[in-house]
């Protein structure tokens, strides 16, 4: 079982009323097993640029003059974007918010949409201040049945691929292309024997 979880809506929110969590905090009588971090020249880096926002930024705004597109329509692309993660998310009973934003709620700043760093709003960044959990199991298919797992429930790892991109920003050669993912991507396909064409679904992740 790998499970995992965050509390941070409900830690803001007794900070607010000077009180501490009544959760237990206590990591226990062993030191916690260390299973990532960041290597000390992404975080000097990190201390010069601020925020993640603003390195996505400079990313989003170097794929906008790739693209040609003008910069006072940008915004509308990425608004849109969002407009559509959010038309899922508001029939998402998991989902944290399933208020249902459109374009122009998602585009334009205002009070309770402040502009974080050009062309985004807070509505066009990750909103990690809430209070969610997951949990994956990870068995046999016996195990699966024996539990009454439904089959449509099951997923099968076919192939994992591990790569490497530069941790500081100012060593990529262009600001908004990932050359390794795009390696990790045709080696993936190229293991398990199919292409794009072959999925049905896609599910990308990158934090922020």
Avoid at 122 to 139: I, K, P, Q, R, W
Avoid at 153 to 181: A, C, D, K, M, Q
Wanted: negative net charge.
């Amino acid at each position: 079982m790998v499970v995992g979880g965050d509390a941070p809506w409900s830690q803001r929110q007794l900070r607010k009323i000077g009180e501490e969590p009544k959760w237990i905090t206590d990591a226990g009588a062993t030191d916690p097993e260390a299973i990532g971090g960041f290597p000390q020249e992404m975080i000097e880096e990190a201390r010069e640029l601020g925020a993640a926002a603003t390195a996505y930024a400079l990313f989003d705004d170097s794929r906008r003059i790739a693209n040609g597109h003008p910069m006072d329509s940008h915004p509308d692309l990425i608004a849109s974007l969002w407009a559509g993660f959010s038309a899922v998310a508001s029939d998402n009973e998991y989902a944290w918010s399933r208020r249902r934003r459109t374009v122009d709620e998602i585009r334009e700043p205002t009070p309770a949409n402040r502009m974080i760093a050009f062309p985004y709003t807070v509505d066009m960044v990750a909103n990690n201040t809430v209070d969610m959990a997951s949990a994956t199991l990870v068995c046999r298919v016996s195990a699966g049945r024996a539990a009454a797992t439904p089959p449509d429930r099951y997923v099968f790892p076919h192939v994992s691929v591990h790569g490497h991109e530069t941790w500081r920003i100012v060593n990529r050669e262009v600001l908004h292309e990932t050359p390794r993912l795009a390696e990790i991507g045709r080696t993936a396909y190229r293991h398990a024997g199919i292409s794009a064409a072959d999925l049905t679904h896609i599910d990308l992740y990158a934090c922020f």
